[in-house]
């Protein structure tokens, strides 16, 4: 056992303002999902968005990942990547996964578990070609998660690719698109004094949410 490890810890500072009180929050899960992000923009606007997501293989070997959540509503949550990746790959086998968001700055997390499903061509275009020049090439570029024999490989792909669209529109690749997580549960956890933090549990239950304070 690493003892340079064992006595690392951080004592969080219980903030009136940050409280996680059934009687001051929402009863939607979105809404307040909405009031952590934004502030989570407000804290640390540069990757607010950066989520870790967490895929399994048909037998349950799990691995995980960070992405970043380019949108959400009440149907859910939004991500894009090559379809043919390894996430690609275990969602096509397994398509539950969970998201989980932490702002270390405002001492809280946010965890989401549910099923994903892929959106609509039309949407994933709609996103793809939103995106920068230099981004879109890169998507075709890199056969993600998959090896190559060095570094120079994947730059001399990049270029050769650039010269051949030379400012043109690049075609939406059949490998690239978007996935929505449908969400079953969502847990807000805010960190509190001596780790005796709060945590509120939001299960779907019919055609609305469940809540329920969870032991930390």
Known sequence: ??????????????NEKNELSESLISKDPFTLFTEWFDKAL??????????????????GKPSVRTVLLKGYDKNGFL?????????GQELEENPFASLLFFWKSLE?????????????????EIYFHSRPYDSQIAALSSDQSSVIPDRKFLDEKFISLKEKYNGSEIPLPDFWGGYRLIP???????GRQNRLHDRILFTRENNGW??????P
């Open 42 to 59: 407000e804290s640390d606007p540069s990757e607010a968005n950066a989520m870790s997501l967490a895929t399994s293989t048909r037998d």
């Open 79 to 87: 991500f894009f990547t090559n379809y043919n990746s390894r996430k």
């Open 210 to 215: 469940k809540s329920e304070r969870l032991s």
């Open 184 to 190: 079953d549960n969502i847990e807000f956890w805010q």
């Open 108 to 124: 809280r997390q946010i965890r989401i578990s549910g099923k994903t499903e892929k959106v609509s061509r039309k949407d994933s």
């Open 1 to 14: 056992m690493n003892n340079n490890t064992a006595g690392i810890r951080k004592d969080y500072v219980f």
